[in-house]
């Protein structure tokens, strides 16, 4: 069927051609340090990332997904036009993103919507419509605790057979999941990664990486879907064309 897409194979992004919006902000990207343009677009503002949420996790076939229970989780400054309410976090193994040509083992998207349209399938239809701020995690030879309230939920849904979704025995606080330094990134026009790839999205590239166990990102690459392991999730670099990445420095 037309919704069946993957990420190698008769599948992978070389066929999603007809699945994907065909445009000239496509994501991911490979961030040229030296050709971002230095400026001050003020900081990102996280309005409740450090409270303990209980939330669930979904293993949908492309990628782990977490959703947060409770108080609406909010996003603003970094020159953003409005608020932008956190909808989900999720997972690619490897990183989408490059810096440098260097890919990193994992990279974590927290996925917002701005609040001026009626919900996130909404905001997908506008270019300033969605906001998604990106981690990306480098090894190291200690695990991160601060991952532990969603790895140890991803072994319970990575078994496709068994069930796909269950709730975090552990309480999670989004701050954790952020670089100490939060404020500095590098920030670009793009598109969602996944089909159908809408150019809505203005990304935040985090400039500090968080550390992971090389055990730790084992778990992502052992989550099973219909066709078997999803060993990795992540499309492959899009042409930068006429855009410009920005690099905030205070
Ligand atoms: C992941 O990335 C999922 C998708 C998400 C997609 O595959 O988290 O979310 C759902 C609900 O399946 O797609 C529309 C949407 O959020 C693309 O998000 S991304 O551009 O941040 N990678
Ligand atoms: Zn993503």
Redesign the pocket.
Known sequence: TASEWGYWGKYGPKTWSELCATGKRQ?PIDIVTEDAIRIDLGALKFDRYDFAFSGSLIN?G??I?VKLDGVPIHLSGGSLPSVYVL??M?F?WSA?HTVDGVRDPLEL?L?HYNNQYAN??EA?QHENG?V?VAVLFEFNNYDNPDLMPILETTKIVSNWVGKNMAQMRNKLIPLLLLPKDHTTYYSYEG????PGC?ES?MWFVMTEKLPISEAQVNVFRHVQNSNGTLKY?YRPKQELGNRKVHHRLE
Not at 191 to 194: A, E, G, I, R, V
């Open positions: 994501s949908n492309h990628t997904q909808e989900q999720h690619h989408e998207h996925v996130f399938s997908t969605i998604v598109s969602l990664t996944t809408q999205v999730n």
